[in-house]
Protein backbone atom coordinates (compact mmCIF):
# COMPACT_ATOMS: atom_id res chain seq x y z
CA UNK A 1 0.00 0.00 0.00
CA UNK A 2 1.25 3.74 -0.55
CA UNK A 3 0.28 6.48 1.19
CA UNK A 4 -0.79 9.57 -0.57
CA UNK A 5 1.81 12.11 -1.80
CA UNK A 6 0.14 14.77 0.00
CA UNK A 7 0.18 13.25 3.77
CA UNK A 8 4.02 12.34 2.62
CA UNK A 9 4.70 15.97 2.27
CA UNK A 10 3.15 16.95 5.97
CA UNK A 11 5.70 18.01 7.97
CA UNK A 12 6.11 16.69 11.47
CA UNK A 13 5.62 19.41 14.15
CA UNK A 14 9.21 20.64 15.89
CA UNK A 15 7.33 21.74 19.09
CA UNK A 16 7.12 18.49 20.24
CA UNK A 17 10.29 16.92 18.34
CA UNK A 18 12.39 16.41 21.39
CA UNK A 19 9.53 14.65 23.77
CA UNK A 20 11.80 10.95 23.63
CA UNK A 21 14.94 12.73 24.89
CA UNK A 22 12.48 14.63 27.73
CA UNK A 23 10.96 11.52 28.77
CA UNK A 24 14.39 9.64 29.07
CA UNK A 25 15.51 12.53 31.09
CA UNK A 26 12.65 12.37 33.44
CA UNK A 27 13.32 8.67 33.58
CA UNK A 28 16.63 9.04 34.79
CA UNK A 29 15.41 10.87 37.81
CA UNK A 30 15.88 14.75 36.28
CA UNK A 31 13.57 17.61 36.83
CA UNK A 32 12.84 18.72 32.93
CA UNK A 33 11.89 22.34 32.65
CA UNK A 34 9.47 22.42 29.65
CA UNK A 35 9.40 25.64 27.69
CA UNK A 36 9.04 24.41 24.86
CA UNK A 37 5.53 24.20 24.54
CA UNK A 38 3.09 26.97 24.47
CA UNK A 39 0.69 25.37 27.60
CA UNK A 40 -0.37 28.12 30.23
CA UNK A 41 0.49 27.00 33.59
CA UNK A 42 -1.96 29.77 35.60
CA UNK A 43 -4.97 28.58 37.32
CA UNK A 44 -8.22 29.07 34.56
CA UNK A 45 -11.19 30.84 36.41
CA UNK A 46 -11.72 28.37 39.09
CA UNK A 47 -15.42 29.27 39.70
CA UNK A 48 -15.56 28.76 36.42
CA UNK A 49 -14.74 25.36 35.59
CA UNK A 50 -17.68 24.55 37.81
CA UNK A 51 -19.87 24.64 35.55
CA UNK A 52 -18.45 20.94 34.56
CA UNK A 53 -20.39 20.07 37.49
CA UNK A 54 -23.81 21.05 35.79
CA UNK A 55 -23.28 18.62 33.27
CA UNK A 56 -25.11 15.22 33.76
CA UNK A 57 -22.64 12.78 32.93
CA UNK A 58 -25.20 10.30 31.90
CA UNK A 59 -26.11 12.27 28.45
CA UNK A 60 -23.57 14.24 26.55
CA UNK A 61 -24.83 15.14 23.58
CA UNK A 62 -23.78 16.84 20.36
CA UNK A 63 -23.84 20.48 20.19
CA UNK A 64 -25.82 22.16 17.25
CA UNK A 65 -22.85 22.54 14.34
CA UNK A 66 -21.98 26.24 14.74
CA UNK A 67 -21.95 25.28 18.89
CA UNK A 68 -24.76 26.24 21.73
CA UNK A 69 -26.51 29.49 21.73
CA UNK A 70 -25.13 29.90 24.86
CA UNK A 71 -21.55 29.62 23.53
CA UNK A 72 -22.40 31.76 20.76
CA UNK A 73 -24.04 34.64 23.10
CA UNK A 74 -20.64 34.33 24.94
CA UNK A 75 -18.56 34.66 22.09
CA UNK A 76 -20.98 37.82 20.38
CA UNK A 77 -20.69 39.50 23.85
CA UNK A 78 -16.94 39.10 23.93
CA UNK A 79 -16.24 40.32 20.71
CA UNK A 80 -18.52 43.59 21.66
CA UNK A 81 -16.76 43.82 24.04
CA UNK A 82 -13.73 44.59 22.30
CA UNK A 83 -16.27 46.72 19.69
CA UNK A 84 -15.53 44.71 17.28
CA UNK A 85 -17.82 44.51 14.68
CA UNK A 86 -19.02 40.62 15.40
CA UNK A 87 -22.92 39.67 14.59
CA UNK A 88 -23.71 35.76 16.00
CA UNK A 89 -24.75 34.66 12.78
CA UNK A 90 -20.42 35.24 11.52
CA UNK A 91 -19.54 33.08 14.24
CA UNK A 92 -18.56 29.60 14.42
CA UNK A 93 -17.44 27.31 17.42
CA UNK A 94 -14.43 25.36 16.42
CA UNK A 95 -12.65 22.68 17.89
CA UNK A 96 -10.05 24.34 19.10
CA UNK A 97 -8.26 27.36 17.17
CA UNK A 98 -6.19 24.67 15.37
CA UNK A 99 -10.09 23.47 13.49
CA UNK A 100 -10.78 26.81 12.73
CA UNK A 101 -7.55 27.53 10.23
CA UNK A 102 -7.78 23.99 8.93
CA UNK A 103 -11.10 24.84 7.40
CA UNK A 104 -10.24 28.30 6.74
CA UNK A 105 -6.75 26.80 4.40
CA UNK A 106 -9.09 24.82 2.67
CA UNK A 107 -11.58 26.98 1.73
CA UNK A 108 -8.61 29.08 0.63
CA UNK A 109 -6.38 26.94 -1.83
CA UNK A 110 -6.53 23.90 -3.99
CA UNK A 111 -3.59 21.67 -4.10
CA UNK A 112 -0.56 23.31 -5.97
CA UNK A 113 -1.89 26.87 -4.81
CA UNK A 114 0.25 29.49 -2.67
CA UNK A 115 -0.21 30.85 0.91
CA UNK A 116 1.91 33.50 2.17
CA UNK A 117 2.92 33.09 5.55
CA UNK A 118 5.55 35.94 7.15
CA UNK A 119 8.76 33.75 9.32
CA UNK A 120 9.21 32.37 11.19
CA UNK A 121 5.59 30.71 11.87
CA UNK A 122 3.53 29.02 14.09
CA UNK A 123 5.09 25.50 13.15
CA UNK A 124 2.06 23.79 12.85
CA UNK A 125 0.83 26.03 9.74
CA UNK A 126 3.19 23.57 8.11
CA UNK A 127 0.89 20.76 8.63
CA UNK A 128 -2.40 22.53 8.02
CA UNK A 129 -0.87 24.08 4.47
CA UNK A 130 0.69 20.05 4.13
CA UNK A 131 -2.86 18.90 4.45
CA UNK A 132 -4.37 20.82 2.02
CA UNK A 133 -1.64 20.63 -0.67
CA UNK A 134 -0.60 24.15 -0.49
CA UNK A 135 3.03 25.70 -0.48
CA UNK A 136 4.17 28.24 1.71
CA UNK A 137 5.76 30.97 0.38
CA UNK A 138 7.22 32.76 3.06
CA UNK A 139 7.65 36.52 4.37
CA UNK A 140 10.57 36.48 5.76
CA UNK A 141 11.45 39.10 8.93
CA UNK A 142 14.16 39.24 10.85
CA UNK A 143 15.14 39.39 14.75
CA UNK A 144 17.03 42.96 14.14
CA UNK A 145 13.80 44.18 13.57
CA UNK A 146 12.14 42.75 16.08
CA UNK A 147 9.98 40.32 13.38
CA UNK A 148 7.87 43.23 11.38
CA UNK A 149 7.19 42.70 7.99
CA UNK A 150 9.13 44.02 5.40
CA UNK A 151 7.70 47.00 3.09
CA UNK A 152 4.28 46.03 0.80
CA UNK A 153 6.73 46.31 -2.15
CA UNK A 154 9.08 43.34 -1.18
CA UNK A 155 5.72 41.24 0.17
CA UNK A 156 4.21 42.02 -3.20
CA UNK A 157 7.21 40.48 -5.19
CA UNK A 158 5.99 36.96 -3.61
CA UNK A 159 2.67 37.24 -5.12
CA UNK A 160 1.81 34.94 -8.21
CA UNK A 161 -0.93 33.81 -10.04
CA UNK A 162 -0.77 30.34 -7.45
CA UNK A 163 -1.34 32.56 -4.63
CA UNK A 164 -4.47 32.63 -2.76
CA UNK A 165 -4.02 34.01 0.92
CA UNK A 166 -2.08 35.34 3.44
CA UNK A 167 -2.35 33.66 6.60
CA UNK A 168 -0.47 35.24 9.77
CA UNK A 169 -1.00 35.64 13.72
CA UNK A 170 -0.90 38.73 15.63
CA UNK A 171 0.28 38.70 18.45
CA UNK A 172 2.88 36.52 17.46
CA UNK A 173 4.04 32.96 17.61
CA UNK A 174 6.67 32.20 18.02
CA UNK A 175 7.80 35.70 17.96
CA UNK A 176 5.71 37.98 20.63
CA UNK A 177 5.74 40.53 18.20
CA UNK A 178 2.79 42.80 17.91
CA UNK A 179 2.10 44.11 14.09
CA UNK A 180 1.22 47.81 14.02
CA UNK A 181 -2.04 49.31 12.65
CA UNK A 182 -0.63 50.63 9.46
CA UNK A 183 1.06 46.68 9.22
CA UNK A 184 -2.22 45.24 9.73
CA UNK A 185 -3.90 47.40 7.18
CA UNK A 186 -1.43 47.04 4.61
CA UNK A 187 -1.68 43.19 4.87
CA UNK A 188 -5.68 44.28 3.90
CA UNK A 189 -4.62 46.14 1.52
CA UNK A 190 -2.63 43.30 -0.60
CA UNK A 191 -5.34 40.85 0.04
CA UNK A 192 -7.70 43.33 -1.91
CA UNK A 193 -5.57 44.79 -4.61
CA UNK A 194 -4.65 40.87 -5.72
CA UNK A 195 -7.63 39.32 -4.58
CA UNK A 196 -6.39 36.87 -1.83
CA UNK A 197 -7.70 35.73 1.16
CA UNK A 198 -6.70 37.03 4.53
CA UNK A 199 -6.86 34.60 7.27
CA UNK A 200 -5.58 35.85 10.90
CA UNK A 201 -5.44 34.52 13.71
CA UNK A 202 -5.54 36.27 16.42
CA UNK A 203 -5.27 33.63 19.70
CA UNK A 204 -3.47 35.96 21.83
CA UNK A 205 -5.39 39.24 21.49
CA UNK A 206 -4.88 40.27 25.16
CA UNK A 207 -1.65 39.61 25.54
CA UNK A 208 -0.50 42.63 25.09
CA UNK A 209 2.44 45.18 27.00
CA UNK A 210 4.11 48.05 27.66
CA UNK A 211 0.84 49.83 26.31
CA UNK A 212 0.94 48.20 22.79
CA UNK A 213 -2.44 47.65 21.04
CA UNK A 214 -3.56 44.49 19.14
CA UNK A 215 -5.27 45.33 16.05
CA UNK A 216 -7.79 42.95 14.65
CA UNK A 217 -7.99 42.28 10.75
CA UNK A 218 -12.14 42.74 11.58
CA UNK A 219 -11.49 46.51 12.17
CA UNK A 220 -10.88 47.01 8.48
CA UNK A 221 -14.33 46.95 6.70
CA UNK A 222 -12.96 47.21 3.00
CA UNK A 223 -11.75 43.60 3.74
CA UNK A 224 -14.63 42.25 5.47
CA UNK A 225 -15.43 40.33 2.43
CA UNK A 226 -12.27 38.56 2.11
CA UNK A 227 -11.19 37.83 5.81
CA UNK A 228 -11.42 34.78 8.01
CA UNK A 229 -10.52 35.61 11.25
CA UNK A 230 -9.30 32.53 13.96
CA UNK A 231 -9.62 32.75 17.62
CA UNK A 232 -8.81 30.07 20.53
CA UNK A 233 -9.62 30.42 24.21
CA UNK A 234 -6.96 27.78 25.11
CA UNK A 235 -4.43 30.33 26.22
CA UNK A 236 -6.93 33.54 26.91
CA UNK A 237 -8.16 31.43 30.01
CA UNK A 238 -5.56 28.11 30.84
CA UNK A 239 -8.26 25.70 28.83
CA UNK A 240 -6.21 24.17 26.21
CA UNK A 241 -7.50 20.57 27.18
CA UNK A 242 -10.96 22.05 26.21
CA UNK A 243 -10.39 22.06 22.73
CA UNK A 244 -12.25 25.02 21.77
CA UNK A 245 -12.31 28.04 19.41
CA UNK A 246 -14.11 30.16 16.89
CA UNK A 247 -13.99 31.21 13.54
CA UNK A 248 -15.29 34.60 12.26
CA UNK A 249 -16.58 35.38 8.75
CA UNK A 250 -18.34 38.56 7.53
CA UNK A 251 -18.84 37.14 3.98
CA UNK A 252 -22.50 34.70 3.83
CA UNK A 253 -20.98 32.56 1.02
CA UNK A 254 -18.06 32.14 3.06
CA UNK A 255 -19.97 31.29 6.05
CA UNK A 256 -22.59 28.48 3.59
CA UNK A 257 -19.27 26.39 3.05
CA UNK A 258 -18.04 26.50 6.48
CA UNK A 259 -21.23 24.89 7.29
CA UNK A 260 -21.28 22.34 4.98
CA UNK A 261 -17.42 21.33 6.13
CA UNK A 262 -18.62 22.16 10.20
CA UNK A 263 -21.68 19.77 9.54
CA UNK A 264 -19.23 16.90 8.63
CA UNK A 265 -17.06 16.84 11.57
CA UNK A 266 -20.99 16.97 13.21
CA UNK A 267 -20.36 19.63 16.05
CA UNK A 268 -17.59 21.29 18.67
CA UNK A 269 -16.84 20.13 21.91
CA UNK A 270 -19.85 20.24 24.03
CA UNK A 271 -18.10 20.24 27.50
CA UNK A 272 -15.71 22.96 26.37
CA UNK A 273 -18.37 25.27 24.93
CA UNK A 274 -19.68 24.74 28.40
CA UNK A 275 -16.07 25.69 30.62
CA UNK A 276 -15.21 28.36 27.53
CA UNK A 277 -18.79 30.38 27.82
CA UNK A 278 -18.73 30.95 31.16
CA UNK A 279 -15.07 31.80 31.43
CA UNK A 280 -15.81 34.60 29.07
CA UNK A 281 -17.58 36.42 30.87
CA UNK A 282 -15.28 37.15 33.87
CA UNK A 283 -12.14 38.49 31.50
CA UNK A 284 -11.58 41.99 32.87
CA UNK A 285 -11.11 40.94 35.87
CA UNK A 286 -9.31 37.43 35.16
CA UNK A 287 -6.78 39.27 32.42
CA UNK A 288 -5.67 42.10 34.46
CA UNK A 289 -3.72 39.78 36.49
CA UNK A 290 -2.40 37.04 33.99
CA UNK A 291 -0.82 40.39 32.04
CA UNK A 292 0.99 41.57 35.27
CA UNK A 293 2.08 37.98 35.75
CA UNK A 294 3.20 37.48 31.77
CA UNK A 295 4.90 40.52 31.82
CA UNK A 296 7.19 39.76 35.18
CA UNK A 297 8.20 36.58 33.45
CA UNK A 298 9.10 38.62 29.75
CA UNK A 299 11.22 40.74 31.77
CA UNK A 300 13.10 38.19 33.86
CA UNK A 301 13.71 36.05 30.80
CA UNK A 302 14.67 39.25 28.84
CA UNK A 303 17.64 40.05 31.38
CA UNK A 304 18.75 36.65 31.53
CA UNK A 305 19.11 36.39 27.69
CA UNK A 306 20.79 39.70 27.97
CA UNK A 307 23.81 38.75 30.38
CA UNK A 308 24.29 35.30 27.29
CA UNK A 309 27.01 36.46 25.63
CA UNK A 310 26.78 36.16 21.97
CA UNK A 311 22.77 35.73 22.31
CA UNK A 312 20.26 37.64 20.81
CA UNK A 313 16.45 37.90 21.42
CA UNK A 314 13.73 40.20 20.77
CA UNK A 315 11.62 41.31 23.54
CA UNK A 316 8.26 40.42 22.80
CA UNK A 317 5.04 42.68 23.03
CA UNK A 318 2.57 40.65 23.53
CA UNK A 319 2.14 36.55 23.59
CA UNK A 320 4.05 34.77 26.33
CA UNK A 321 7.27 33.91 23.64
CA UNK A 322 10.77 34.36 22.94
CA UNK A 323 12.68 34.16 19.77
CA UNK A 324 16.38 33.69 20.88
CA UNK A 325 19.27 33.10 18.95
CA UNK A 326 22.02 31.47 20.60
CA UNK A 327 26.01 31.30 19.77
CA UNK A 328 25.73 27.85 18.72
CA UNK A 329 25.93 26.53 15.80
CA UNK A 330 23.34 24.10 15.70
CA UNK A 331 20.24 24.79 18.09
CA UNK A 332 19.07 21.57 17.51
CA UNK A 333 21.72 19.82 18.96
CA UNK A 334 22.41 22.00 21.38
CA UNK A 335 18.03 21.32 22.92
CA UNK A 336 18.99 17.61 22.31
CA UNK A 337 22.64 18.17 24.60
CA UNK A 338 20.43 19.93 27.44
CA UNK A 339 18.33 17.05 27.73
CA UNK A 340 20.70 14.27 27.20
CA UNK A 341 23.91 15.75 28.57
CA UNK A 342 23.37 18.21 30.50
CA UNK A 343 21.93 19.48 34.21
CA UNK A 344 22.39 21.60 37.21
CA UNK A 345 21.49 19.97 40.58
CA UNK A 346 19.29 17.47 39.19
CA UNK A 347 17.62 19.35 36.61
CA UNK A 348 17.64 20.77 32.66
CA UNK A 349 15.42 22.32 30.56
CA UNK A 350 13.26 21.66 27.14
CA UNK A 351 13.32 23.87 24.24
CA UNK A 352 12.12 24.51 20.76
CA UNK A 353 14.81 24.55 17.85
CA UNK A 354 13.56 27.02 15.69
CA UNK A 355 14.31 25.55 12.58
CA UNK A 356 10.81 23.90 11.87
CA UNK A 357 9.21 27.91 12.41
CA UNK A 358 11.02 28.30 8.83
CA UNK A 359 10.40 27.84 5.78
CA UNK A 360 13.51 29.22 4.02
CA UNK A 361 16.33 27.03 4.18
CA UNK A 362 19.21 27.57 6.43
CA UNK A 363 17.13 30.11 8.72
CA UNK A 364 16.40 28.93 11.83
CA UNK A 365 19.43 27.06 12.81
CA UNK A 366 20.98 29.14 15.68
CA UNK A 367 17.37 30.17 17.55
CA UNK A 368 15.16 28.27 19.73
CA UNK A 369 11.67 29.21 20.84
CA UNK A 370 10.90 29.51 24.18
CA UNK A 371 7.40 29.72 25.61
CA UNK A 372 7.90 31.99 29.19
CA UNK A 373 5.05 29.32 31.10
CA UNK A 374 6.53 28.92 34.45
CA UNK A 375 6.29 30.11 37.46
CA UNK A 376 8.79 33.08 38.14
CA UNK A 377 11.45 30.90 40.27
CA UNK A 378 10.89 27.80 38.02
CA UNK A 379 11.63 30.15 35.07
CA UNK A 380 14.68 31.52 36.42
CA UNK A 381 16.08 27.94 37.04
CA UNK A 382 15.55 26.79 33.81
CA UNK A 383 16.91 29.68 31.70
CA UNK A 384 19.96 29.86 34.37
CA UNK A 385 20.52 25.91 32.68
CA UNK A 386 20.28 27.64 29.52
CA UNK A 387 22.62 30.34 30.15
CA UNK A 388 25.50 27.69 31.67
CA UNK A 389 24.60 25.23 29.45
CA UNK A 390 25.60 27.48 26.01
CA UNK A 391 29.10 28.50 28.29
CA UNK A 392 29.30 24.46 28.17
CA UNK A 393 28.19 23.35 25.01
CA UNK A 394 30.72 25.63 23.40
CA UNK A 395 33.51 24.40 25.17
CA UNK A 396 31.67 20.38 24.81
CA UNK A 397 31.82 21.23 20.57
CA UNK A 398 34.81 23.35 20.56
CA UNK A 399 33.06 26.54 19.42
CA UNK A 400 34.99 28.63 21.35
CA UNK A 401 38.37 30.25 20.55
CA UNK A 402 41.07 28.14 23.10
CA UNK A 403 43.65 30.39 24.20
CA UNK A 404 47.28 28.54 23.31
CA UNK A 405 48.54 29.22 26.62
CA UNK A 406 45.52 27.28 28.23
CA UNK A 407 47.15 23.60 28.11
CA UNK A 408 44.08 21.71 29.23
CA UNK A 409 40.69 22.48 30.52
CA UNK A 410 38.40 20.04 32.19
CA UNK A 411 35.02 19.87 29.96
CA UNK A 412 32.58 18.71 31.98
CA UNK A 413 28.74 18.32 32.39
CA UNK A 414 27.24 19.61 36.04
CA UNK A 415 25.06 17.09 37.71
Not at 76 to 84: A, K, M, P, Q, T
Not at 176 to 190: S, W
Not at 380 to 409: F, M
Request: proline share 6%.
Amino acid sequence: MKASKRSNDIVASPIRGLTKNADAAIARGLTVYKLNIGQPDLQAPKEKLDALKDVDPKHLAYSPTRGFPFFIDAVYDYYRHHDLPVEKNEIFGTTGGSEGILFAVMLAVDPGDEILLPEPFYSNYLGFTGMAGAKVIPITTKIEEKYHLPPREKIETLITSRTKAILFTDPGNPTGTIYTEAEVEMLVDIAIKHDLWLIADEAYREFCYDGHRHTSALEFEKGWDRTIVIDSFSKRFSLCGARIGALISKNPKVRDIFDKMAVNRLSPPSLGQIVAARAIGSLDDYFAGIQREYKQRRDLATRIFESIPGALASKPDGAFFFMLRLPVADSYDFSRWLLDEFSIEGATTSLTPAKGFYETPGLGLDEVRIAYVLPVRELELALTIVKEGVREYKWAKREVQIDPCVTQRRIRTRK
